[in-house]
């Protein structure tokens, strides 16, 4: 093992990913190593997908490795500036569209494939219109669909490119402890790998430690006393109902971003991760908390009878409040509290009577779950009322265009958290206020889904080119 690079990325993920493959299109003499705590994407497994429950390894296999949570996602691309993130904050809105179109072109480099939903359709004009009526904002946004099953072959087409390439190393299962600053300059980073401690020396540090780093993260901007500020925390559910509820939306858009303002206490609360056809899955963080996910293929004959999607309701809380990450697993853990570990379901009939779903119930839903080990409960004992009434009175105005989700047989999944870092305060081109460190991507509270998260790779590996000379 070296000890000594050009250039140091904490995480693999896209924002990892994409910093390295553009510092590499450009000067490929830079030594560049690449560090995650999770394995590299082909040994990458998750038990829980065959066996239908959760085994608690050490290194979860969805949420860390090569290409982060986007393995086992449903490789969905935005490809708007308006979706995903926080681009705008750092420049104007046709400089971030210029570098999603840049972006987009490497993944379809790597194999992706080239079908655009929401793309110049009268449709999705109607469909926004029609949401007009009842309070509803749907947010138009191009979306190129990649499917788990086709997501994983890009993001493996990019690990097979970068390891091949002599200038660049990766090393899986290390973790960063602390990052060693020498003044107000970076100089690199103490790694543990494989049990071996290293004190890495490193001309420029690149933080992208995804999500799933996002305490860590958080942990050394506070010791190194960089400012952070507060994002939103967004807690519900995942809403799981038939097809033929939600088909007459997702087919033209693919994922129906929609967004409601709650009656009774105007919160925001907003669809998200819309999956036709799709399975409800569990991921882990810190191998103790589970938190309900979901997923698409694009095989159609992988596809099942139901449509899954988050709804989140998002607030933002103010000074002295500096934990959005804890109270996020806080109310994580409440669930896993009441079901020994699993994921809750629960049908909205249940709900709406104040009463749990047990096994009985859950066998007379017509709505048949997709995810086999969730465990019957009830959500009330875990999401405060303030969010539950806001997804209920959500899911009630959404039934105006979407007729049947407001139906006692809608499944209900608990809790869905994600889990946004405080945002890292960095310039322009995302460097921190020490010198020759950036910090990317979701695990720096900048961006929330694979595009904009690889477009800020882009951002920081030409500003690291641009000092070269």
């Known amino acids: ?75 969905k691309l935005s490809l708007s500036p308006e979706v995903g993130g926080r681009l705008t904050e750092y420049m104007s809105e046709g400089e971030a569209q210029e570098l999603i179109d840049y972006a987009d072109k490497y993944y379809l480099g790597f194999g992706a494939r080239d079908v655009v939903f929401g793309l110049n359709n009268q449709r999705v004009e109607d469909i926004a219109y029609e949401a007009s009526k009842h309070a509803i904002q749907l947010i138009a946004c191009p979306v190129r669909h990649l499917g788990t099953e086709h997501a994983y072959k890009v993001l493996k087409e990019m690990h097979d490119f970068l390891i091949n390439q002599p200038n660049i190393d990766f090393w899986e299962l290390t973790k960063a402890e602390d990052l060693i600053i020498e003044g107000n300059k970076i100089t690199g980073a103490t790694l543990v790998s494989k049990g071996e401690r290293i004190e890495l020396k490193a001309q420029y540090v690149v933080a992208a430690p995804g999500r799933g780093g996002a305490e860590w993260l958080k942990e050394q901007t506070d010791k190194l006393g960089i400012i952070t500020e507060n994002n939103e925390v967004d807690i519900g559910v995942r809403v799981e109902v038939p097809n033929s509820v939600m088909d007459h939306l997702t087919k033209d858009l693919y994922e129906a971003k929609l967004v409601y303002y709650s009656d009774s206490f105007d919160n925001k609360v907003r669809s998200f991760c819309m999956n036709p056809g799709g399975v409800v899955s569990g991921e882990h ?89 969730a465990v019957p409960g009830d959500l009330s004992y875990v999401l405060p009322e303030r969010y539950l009434t806001s997804i209920t009175e959500t899911l009630k105005a959404f039934d105006k265009i979407a007729p049947g989700l407001y139906s006692r047989n809608t499944l209900l999944y608990g809790v ?9 305060k960095v310039n322009n081109d995302f460097r921190t206020q020490i010198d020759n460190l950036y910090a990317i991507g979701d695990g720096a509270g900048i961006t929330r889904g694979l595009m904009q998260a690889s477009v800020t790779g882009i951002v920081v590996a030409r500003d690291i080119l641009g000092k070269q000379g």
């Open 1 to 75: 093992m070296h000890n000594k690079y050009d250039v140091l990325i904490i995480g693999a993920g896209p924002a990892g990913i994409f910093t390295a493959l553009e510092l590499n299109k450009t000067n490929n003499n830079l030594k560049i190593l690449i560090v995650d705590k999770g394995r590299t994407i082909e040994k990458r497994k998750c038990p829980e997908r065959t066996q239908g429950y959760c085994s608690k390894c050490a290194v979860c296999g969805i949420t860390s490795g090569w290409s982060g949570a986007g393995a086992f996602s449903d490789g």
């Open 285 to 373: 963080y810190d191998g103790d908390v589970a938190v309900v996910n979901g997923h698409s293929y694009a095989d159609p004959s992988l596809k099942t009878k139901n449509t899954n999607f988050a709804l989140l309701v998002s607030t933002r809380f103010t000074e002295p409040f500096n934990q959005p990450i804890e109270y996020g697993k806080y109310v994580a853990r409440l669930a896993n509290m009441l079901t020994g570990g699993g994921i809750m379901v629960q049908r909205l009939g249940d709900l709406l009577k104040g009463r749990r779903t047990d096994y009985d119930r859950l066998k007379k839903s017509t709505t048949v779950p997709t995810m086999q080990g």
């Open 416 to 424: 869905e958290v994600k889990f946004y870092s405080s945002k890292v």
